[in-house]
């Protein structure tokens, strides 16, 4: 359980909470216009918004469990967009992580903000439901255990940095931290291709 779901979810959630987007960027501009809470705010919008899209992607695949076919070709694209993320992560530098500024109401702009971004969609769709399906109730919920702690922690503690100083977070040290996940994330799309593979084969 812990190497085949909580391990993968805790840091395919690390890798999320840290790489650039529309998330992070307000988490970022969040606490550098107004305080520490409003970025924490916004750092936990996914516990809320994200609700929805994991109720129809448990219950849609729990469906699909018996349709090899369909269950592969959804882990193989599952594998390539974390390649694409992985991609995305190599690619990142400095300025990615300049903040935007923006108004108050830091929770429901967060929340708007991720329901109308198509990434949660496009993960549970394919990702997140690749690795619910593989296991019981309980392998999923160690999976969203450990996706959601790491994800929400790394924003909270992109805040936290943030609020201490705007330098850290534009470090090159950071930076390199994000590119070593995506290098990580690579790892785990190959698993999860060879998966679908599996999957097609049946």
Same mark, same amino acid.
């Given at each position: 359980? +812990?190497?085949?779901?909580?391990?993968? /979810?805790?840091?395919?959630?690390?890798?999320?909470?840290?790489?650039?987007?529309?998330?992070?960027?307000? !988490?970022?501009?969040?606490?550098?216009?107004?305080?520490?809470?409003? /970025?924490?705010?916004?750092?936990?919008?996914?516990?809320?918004?994200?609700?929805?899209?994991?109720? =129809?992607?448990? %219950?849609?695949?729990?469906?699909?469990?018996? +349709?090899?076919?369909?269950?592969?070709?959804?882990? +193989?694209?599952? *594998?390539?967009?974390? =390649?694409?993320? *992985?991609?995305?992560?190599?690619?990142?530098?400095? #300025?990615?992580?300049?903040?935007?500024? /923006?108004?108050?109401? #830091?929770?429901?702009? =967060?929340?708007? !903000?991720?329901?109308?971004?198509?990434?949660?969609?496009?993960?549970?769709?394919? !990702?997140?439901?690749?690795?619910?399906?593989?296991?019981?109730? +309980?392998?999923?919920?160690?999976?969203?255990?450990?996706?959601?702690?790491?994800?929400?922690?790394? $924003?909270?503690?992109?805040?936290?940095?943030?609020?201490?100083? $705007?330098?850290?977070?534009?470090?090159?040290? %950071?930076?390199?931290?994000?590119? *070593?996940?995506?290098?990580?994330?690579? /790892?785990? #799309?190959?698993?999860?291709?060879?998966?679908?593979? =599996?999957?097609?084969?049946?």
């Amino acid at each position: 359980m +812990m190497t085949d779901f909580l391990l993968p /979810g805790a840091i395919i959630g690390l890798t999320a909470g840290l790489s650039p987007g529309p998330l992070l960027t307000l !988490v970022i501009s969040e606490t550098l216009m107004y305080s520490r809470s409003n /970025g924490i705010q916004v750092s936990l919008a996914p516990l809320i918004s994200d609700i929805p899209i994991l109720l =129809a992607t448990y %219950f849609l695949f729990d469906q699909l469990r018996d +349709m090899s076919t369909i269950l592969g070709a959804i882990t +193989m694209l599952g *594998g390539i967009f974390l =390649a694409y993320l *992985g991609y995305v992560n190599l690619r990142v530098n400095e #300025s990615k992580f300049q903040a935007n500024r /923006g108004n108050s109401h #830091s929770m429901r702009k =967060a929340i708007i !903000v991720n329901l109308l971004s198509p990434h949660p969609y496009i993960f549970w769709f394919s !990702v997140g439901g690749s690795y619910m399906v593989r296991g019981n109730l +309980m392998d999923c919920g160690s999976f969203l255990v450990g996706f959601y702690l790491l994800l929400v922690g790394s $924003k909270v503690t992109v805040a936290l940095v943030t609020h201490k100083g $705007k330098s850290i977070l534009q470090s090159k040290y %950071f930076v390199f931290l994000i590119r *070593g996940l995506g290098c990580v994330l690579f /790892g785990f #799309s190959f698993l999860l291709i060879r998966s679908g593979i =599996a999957y097609l084969r049946h």
